[in-house]
Each structure stands twice: as C-alpha cells, then as structure tokens.
C-alpha cells in the first residue's frame, strides 16, 4: 500500500476546485484532473474513494475554512453593529484569500446533483441565530423573517463581492471593491435592519 504524501492530497484538491470553477462539475473528471496533476488517475484513487467522494471532502474542506475564517474574533453576544462588521469583514478577507473556494462553494451549494454534507454548520448555525436574536433581543434591529433578515443583511455584502469578482458592475464597467464602498453599504445596510 502506498503512502499518502498530504502536499499532493492537496495539489489534488486545489486542481480539482480550480477545474471545476472554471469548467463546472461537468468538465471535472479522474482523467483530466490526474492530466492537470501530473499523476496518474490510480493515484488520485489513494486518496479519494471515487468521484463523489473527492466532490463531498472538496466542500467539507472548504467549508471548515470558511467557518473558521468568518467565525474568527466572532461572539454571537458582542454588539451588533460591531458584530455584523465584523462578518463583512472576515468574509470579505475570506473571498480575497479563497477567491475559487468562494467560488467553488457557490457552484456547490446551488447543484442539485451534489450532496451536501454537514459540516460545521451547526456552530456556525448557532453562533448566527444566538447573534440575531440578541440583537433582536436588545432592540438593535427588528424582528424580521429569517429569509428577509438575511436578503438586507448580507445581500448587499454578496452582491458587491460578486460585482468584484467578475469586475463587472451591473452596467457592465469594471468594477473593484473598495474598504470605503463597502464600510459605506454597511452602514446603508444597518439602517435598513433598525428601522
């Protein structure tokens, strides 16, 4: 049996979301991605039970990073002004540092083909429900549905990022994202959820 060397574990995984930003699910296959690593498809089979299973660790991987890169400096009890900034910020810092995780994250989420295993999800879950009702709690915003909370929340944050990585606004010019027009919606975006 052959040794798992973990750097080319990683190769693998870091081609494989590469391909799969680029060409979606569909142009991700063992040939091509053993072809971009310079190895052969046997190999990839060392470390991943089969497809599926390099598809699920991919978002397992990516996930555990997001969670604990947004979730950094985090309390679900702290103020909520200075809380939500907080998660603009991690998760801008996050998308700059992962732009294809980001990426490949959305592409899995919105698959319906893929399973989408749990992963730190419940302490993320539960840091952002006790972080909302507290503020909700202590009169810092209003009750909203969770849906609607979310859409002004971070909709705004999402829109941007994406404006920026395409570096398209919506009228088709380059686009980048800047601390001042973000820190900007922001504060647009906070006046929405107290009134």
Same mark, same amino acid.
Do not use: C
């Given at each position: 049996?052959?040794?798992?060397? @973990?750097?080319?574990?990683?190769?693998?995984?870091?081609?494989?979301?590469? =391909?799969?930003?680029? @060409?979606?699910?569909?142009?991700?296959? #063992?040939?091509?991605? %053993?072809?971009?690593?310079?190895?052969?498809?046997?190999?990839?089979?060392? &470390?991943? *039970?089969?497809?599926?299973?390099?598809?699920?660790?991919? &978002?397992?991987?990516? #996930?555990?990073?997001?969670?604990?890169?947004?979730?950094?400096?985090?309390?679900?009890? =702290?103020?909520?002004?200075?809380?939500?900034?907080?998660?603009?910020?991690?998760? &801008?810092?996050?998308?700059?540092? !992962?732009?294809?995780?980001?990426?490949?994250?959305?592409?899995?989420?919105?698959?319906?083909?893929?399973?989408?295993? %749990?992963?730190?999800?419940?302490?993320?879950?539960?840091? =952002?429900? *006790?972080?909302?009702? +507290?503020?909700?709690?202590?009169?810092?915003?209003?009750?909203?549905?969770?849906?609607?909370?979310? %859409?002004?929340? !971070?909709?705004?944050?999402?829109?941007?990022? +994406?404006?920026?990585?395409?570096?398209?606004?919506?009228?088709? *010019?380059?686009?980048?994202?800047? @601390?001042?027009?973000?820190?900007?919606?922001?504060?647009?975006?906070?006046?929405?959820?107290?009134?």
């Amino acid at each position: 049996m052959r040794v798992k060397d @973990e750097q080319k574990a990683a190769l693998i995984r870091e081609k494989a979301i590469e =391909m799969i930003v680029r @060409e979606g699910f569909d142009g991700l296959s #063992m040939h091509k991605l %053993a072809k971009a690593v310079d190895i052969s498809v046997s190999t990839i089979y060392i &470390y991943f *039970k089969n497809r599926e299973d390099l598809l699920n660790q991919l &978002y397992i991987d990516v #996930m555990t990073v997001f969670v604990r890169e947004t979730l950094l400096n985090f309390d679900p009890d =702290m103020d909520f002004e200075a809380g939500l900034w907080l998660q603009w910020s991690n998760r &801008y810092r996050y998308i700059r540092q !992962y732009p294809l995780h980001y990426q490949f994250t959305e592409q899995f989420r919105n698959s319906p083909l893929i399973l989408h295993p %749990a992963v730190g999800k419940d302490d993320f879950k539960q840091a =952002m429900v *006790k972080f909302n009702a +507290n503020a909700v709690r202590r009169q810092q915003i209003v009750e909203l549905p969770t849906e609607v909370y979310w %859409a002004l929340a !971070y909709g705004p944050f999402y829109t941007l990022v +994406n404006f920026h990585l395409h570096n398209s606004s919506i009228a088709g *010019k380059p686009f980048k994202l800047s @601390e001042a027009l973000l820190k900007q919606t922001f504060e647009r975006t906070i006046i929405a959820l107290k009134k």
